[in-house]
């Protein structure tokens, strides 16, 4: 009898083990009845069941479509079907600006309208999972909400992964395809803007800093006036800045106004030159507030211009 008992828990324990526990489930998006699972930093799926039906060995894993998943093993890239079987078919992951999903998240962080330093405090530690769907065309032609996160932050991910510039299309046996893709937005790796109210001496004050707009948008959108609005001269000074970098303080005064501009650091004297120059042609901004009233707000902004 004791025997018996000693089999069956060994059976049990075996079962256990073959199963991933609920934390394991990276997401719970289902797609061809699997959805992708991480154990150990590794990649497979689960089934409905939350059975580890193909086994975590993948460094990466995205969801199936039209019974075929693209998995990458050993910086292998390759299809599998829905029962782990490797397939004879030639296959490539879409890319954001020659990078995988990983680039595409950090393009949405950098431009989340955070209001003000206290919505950043709140929102830090929250996750946004929206399913994104990547056209034959590389456009983006669906952002559907796949969590249970506020309604507020879902609305503000779409408005910003619906504006995306086309991607590189995946594709099977070198034709395009249609690929849908469960997009975790982890506030906690977001890193704002280096930005503080300061008073008419220039110290440093405390309080929730509603940011500077800059022309109905934040100061990512002055990046845009930035870089739209940089001229050169000749080809020797364009190409004298393409790959240079320049670190930036200045303030947005009480009136909007830019203004105690700083060259922090700078890789050569064009881009430190241009910098100054568009810094001093600012148009207005709204001012920031702190308590509804108005005050300068100190920032530092890094400029990278490369370009083609």
């Avoid at 150990?40 to 460094?59: A, H, K, M, T, W």
């Avoid at 029962?83 to 995988?100: A, M, S, T, Y």
């Avoid at 700078?266 to 507030?289: A, D, M, Q, Y």
Wanted: aromatic residues 14%; proline residues 5%.
């Amino acid at each position: 009898m004791k025997a018996v008992i000693a089999i069956l828990l060994s059976l049990f324990a075996l079962q256990a083990a073959a199963q991933p526990k609920e934390s394991d489930a990276w997401f719970h998006y289902y797609s061809d009845g699997r959805a992708v699972a991480k154990r150990d930093s590794l990649y497979g799926f689960i089934d409905r069941n939350g059975v580890e039906v193909i086994p975590c060995q993948y460094q990466k894993a995205y969801n199936f479509n039209d019974g075929i998943a693209m998995v990458r093993h050993n910086f292998e890239v390759f299809a599998i079907d829905t029962l782990g079987n490797r397939l004879d078919r030639k296959v490539r992951i879409p890319k954001f600006r020659g990078q995988e999903f990983e680039g595409f998240v950090y393009w949405v962080w950098r431009r989340f309208p955070f209001t003000s330093s206290d919505e950043y405090a709140q929102l830090r530690n929250q996750t946004a999972n929206v399913v994104i769907t990547i056209g034959k065309d590389g456009r983006i032609t669906a952002c559907e909400k796949a969590d249970d996160s506020p309604e507020s932050i879902f609305w503000k991910v779409h408005e910003i992964v619906m504006d995306s510039p086309a991607w590189t299309p995946g594709e099977v046996d070198g034709k395009p395809v249609e690929i849908r893709y469960l997009l975790p937005i982890e506030f906690g790796h977001f890193r704002p803007l280096k930005c503080r109210p300061i008073d008419a001496e220039g110290r440093y004050m405390g309080g929730n800093l509603v940011y500077p707009l800059f022309r109905n948008g934040y100061a990512y959108n002055f990046y845009g006036w930035f870089f739209g609005n940089l001229r050169f001269r000749n080809s020797n000074e364009y190409q004298r800045a393409a790959s240079g970098r320049v670190r930036a303080a200045f303030t947005v005064d009480t009136k909007g106004s830019v203004r105690d501009i700083e060259i922090l650091s700078f890789h050569n004297e064009v881009c430190r030159k241009k910098t100054v120059e568009l810094l001093k042609k600012s148009p207005r901004w709204i001012p920031g507030t702190v308590d509804g009233q108005p005050v300068a707000v100190r920032y530092e902004l890094t400029f990278n211009f490369r370009f083609r």
